[in-house]
């Protein structure tokens, strides 16, 4: 789901089944340029509680942050993968829960 409005661009994923990252070059490249925001779960966790590997997580939150996008994450991304992810991304990434709120 993509929303523009005022000159910004939300892009909404939901759970990252195909990769946060497959879906970042699929909208690059019938956009031509990255959303300013991306809101959705990365998939890095499983309901039987195993975290994709730490060094498959820095990898992506290196790429993540070349793009220049704000992302706020939620569920299935898992807690120790996001604090794997905020310690490489910093300020360009937020969790999300049920009652959170963000301005765009």
């Known amino acids: ?6 000159g910004n661009t939300l892009l909404i994923t939901g759970c990252a089944h195909n990769g946060i990252i497959n879906i970042l070059e699929y ?23 195993g975290n994709e590997d730490f060094d498959m997580i820095d990898r992506i939150g290196k790429y993540l942050m070349g793009t220049k996008v704000k992302f706020y994450t939620c569920h299935c991304t898992g807690i120790e993968p996001y604090k794997r992810l905020k310690s490489t991304m910093g300020d360009s990434i937020d ?4 009652g959170s709120g963000i301005k765009i």
């Open 1 to 6: 789901l993509v929303i523009e409005e005022d």
């Open 27 to 49: 909208f690059q490249s019938f956009k031509g340029r990255m959303p300013d925001y991306v809101i959705g779960g990365f998939h890095l966790s499983s309901h039987s509680g």
């Open 95 to 98: 969790y999300l829960s049920t």
